[in-house]
């Protein structure tokens, strides 16, 4: 059966600048995560359910997706590793589309070379358990989100389209990697994911803060709300499988 949805605000939980070299990480200054954060390891129920609230998330993970993602880790790195490398392209195409806005291209350029670090960490991951990457697959969920994308309209309407589609997975990888941090029975992939949770959170909070920047934010706050909504649908039609971040 699944959770009950739960409605949600916005908040803030900061964000990281940090990105990993092929070697060992490499921290560029970053902010500190804001208080919550520093209580994600609470393991119960209501804390989960905050965890969604912060993140503005409407419908929560079922909890089972971990038993289910932890039979086939190798699988959920293998995705995982190619959703670092989509967000990474994400990243380029903001840049290209948008080059003539200042503060979009500051602030996704590091963001490219954190999510590519990001893959590497990924693949090196795959590589010390003996896995190869191969084929990437599918993504259903974000497929579906993009096609929630409105289409015409402004340059700087096009603009916000992009940035809340990419708020959107990186909140709800936010949320999938907090699950992984508290409920993988390997404790070295819990400490390997509650550095991913980190990171994404703070990602999702700078594309909606770029929209903000660029568009009234009341207009931002409306769409936002109206992609929740369509993110919620989206996850309650989608089957729960042990092989997909998403």
Not at 28 to 45: F, R
Not at 144 to 155: D, E, F, P, W
Request: hydrophobic share 40%.
């Amino acid at each position: 059966m699944r959770p009950k949805e739960q409605h949600v605000t916005v908040s803030h939980p900061g964000y990281s600048d940090e990105f990993y070299s092929e070697d060992e990480a490499a921290s560029a200054p970053q902010e500190p995560a804001a208080e919550p954060l520093n209580k994600t390891h609470d393991t119960t129920l209501a804390a989960n359910l905050e965890a969604v609230r912060m993140l503005g998330l409407k419908l929560p993970t079922d909890p089972r997706w971990v038993n289910v993602a932890e039979k086939t880790i190798e699988e959920i790195l293998t995705d995982h590793a190619f959703c670092e490398q989509k967000a990474a392209t994400m990243g380029v195409t903001l840049i290209v589309k948008f080059s003539d806005h200042a503060r979009l291209v500051d602030e996704v350029t590091p963001l490219v070379a954190e999510e590519w670090g990001h893959f590497r960490k990924v693949l090196k991951e795959l590589k010390k358990r003996g896995l190869n990457l191969g084929r990437q697959r599918k993504d259903e969920y974000v497929v579906a989100l993009h096609n929630q994308m409105r289409k015409g309209g402004s340059r700087e309407q096009t603009m916000m389209e992009y940035l809340l589609v990419s708020a959107m997975v990186e909140a709800r990888s936010c949320e999938r990697f907090r699950l992984l941090s508290l409920y993988c029975e390997d404790e070295y992939l819990r400490k390997f994911y509650y550095e991913f949770m980190v990171s994404e959170a703070g990602h999702y909070r700078m594309f909606i803060d770029l929209a903000k920047h660029y568009l009234p934010e009341d207009q931002v706050k409306q769409r936002w709300e109206e992609m929740l909504v369509a993110e919620a649908e989206i996850m309650a039609s989608l089957e729960l499988r042990g092989d997909r971040v998403h």
